[in-house]
């Protein structure tokens, strides 16, 4: 099925660095989630973005809605160990209008930090 | 609260075997979903319920039989597996189904042998 371009695909950090990832659509999207994926867990939602230009905070974290409503990227400030794990994006091309609400995923960013 | 069980946690099955997945949701959602996915790729949709009716098949295989007894619930009905069926089951629930956020249940870990 359709997924997003998501990047980088996976990081390797220090614990304390900073952590940027985005992602990238051909299409417009009006919603935008992220999700953490802990392994064997399902996906938490962390941070849900509905406007563009839209910068939202959720703790350490940081997301924004790209104003051309086609990407999105996600911040972590200050890594700890437990932020280990897969970040997905979603997109969803449904609004407030019946539209139905499939979450098209990114492909993933695998996050290890080491302490 | 935002939680989303499912039931068994693990499941081992043969390919002759009949069993079921379980989902529940008491948030009020309107639309619950069933997601299959392989180790570290994304989950893929494969049923939507919206009002408790099947509003998307994502051209699944009759082999898996999704049925919504009422709002909170969620089942999947598994037979005649194959072992590249195996792999981590999501449920995940809305509050609707226009542009609300979903949130996924733990996940049941389907190893079909």
């Known amino acids: 099925g359709q997924q997003l371009n998501q990047s980088p695909q996976s990081m390797f950090i220090q614990e304390g660095e900073d952590v940027s990832m985005n992602c990238t659509s051909s299409?417009?999207?009006?919603?935008w989630l992220w999700y953490k994926q802990d392994p064997g867990e399902g996906p938490v939602l962390l941070i849900a973005l509905y406007k563009a230009g839209e910068l939202t905070s959720n703790g350490r974290l940081t997301a924004q809605f790209g104003i051309t409503r086609k990407d999105s990227f996600l911040n972590i400030s200050a890594s700890i160990p437990s932020d280990v794990g897969i970040y997905f994006c979603?997109?969803?091309?449904?609004?407030?209008?019946?539209?139905?609400?499939?979450?098209?995923f990114g492909t993933g960013t695998l996050l290890a930090v080491q302490p | 609260d935002t939680e989303v069980t499912q039931t068994p946690k693990h499941l081992v099955m043969g390919m002759t075997n009949k069993k079921s997945l379980k989902c529940e949701q008491h948030?009020?959602?309107?639309?619950m979903y069933w997601y299959k996915q392989k180790a570290k790729k994304p989950p893929e949709l494969m049923f939507v319920?919206?009002?408790?009716?099947?509003?998307i098949n994502e051209s699944v295989p009759s082999r898996f039989s999704p049925e919504c007894p009422n709002s909170s619930l969620l089942n999947l009905h598994l037979h005649a597996l194959q072992p590249e069926d195996s792999a981590l089951y999501l449920c995940a629930s809305s509050q609707g189904t226009a542009g609300y956020e979903q949130y996924f249940g733990p996940g049941t870990r389907l190893t079909v042998t």
């Open positions: 948030m009020g959602h309107r639309a």
């Open positions: 319920y919206s009002y408790e009716k099947l509003s």
């Open positions: 979603a997109g969803q091309l449904g609004g407030y209008g019946g539209a139905t609400n499939k979450l098209i």
């Open positions: 299409s417009i999207f009006n919603t």
